[in-house]
Nanobody
Framework: QVQFVESGGGLVQPGGSLRLSCVAS????????MGWYRQAPGKKRELVAS???????TYADSVKGRFTITRDNAKNTVFLQMNSLKPEDTAVYYC????????WGQGTQVTVSS
């Protein structure tokens, strides 16, 4: 059973913007705190942003002020608005629960390069 479908990645120049979307299965999304994670080549997967069921948010220091996470509970969807992108933001981006996780999806590739 597919639990997460991420989309919206692509190639963007430094300083550009992208908006990622993730449709999650009801079983994981429900009242769960949801997160966006990323994994760069040769690095461990890291949590970059999270949002509670009441839309409280937290961010990694590396993306604070540039990324915004939101959720649409009617559509089991989580979004990540990414602005002022930097080459170091290049990674595959995934969504998943933070405290209750499902199987990882395919992710969506974000490449920041001139």
């Amino acid at each position: 059973q597919v639990q997460f479908v991420e989309s919206g990645g692509g190639l963007v120049q430094p300083g550009g913007s992208l908006r990622l979307s993730c449709v999650a299965s009801e079983s994981v999304y429900r009242t769960n705190t949801m997160g966006w994670y990323r994994q760069a080549p040769g690095k461990k997967r890291e949590l970059v942003a999270s949002i509670t069921s009441a839309s409280g948010t937290t961010y990694a220091d590396s993306v604070k002020g540039r990324f915004t996470i939101t959720r649409d509970n009617a559509k089991n969807t989580v979004f990540l608005q990414m602005n002022s992108l930097k080459p170091e933001d290049t990674a595959v981006y995934y969504c998943n629960g933070v405290f209750i996780r499902g199987a990882w999806g395919q992710g969506t590739q974000v490449t920041v390069s001139s």
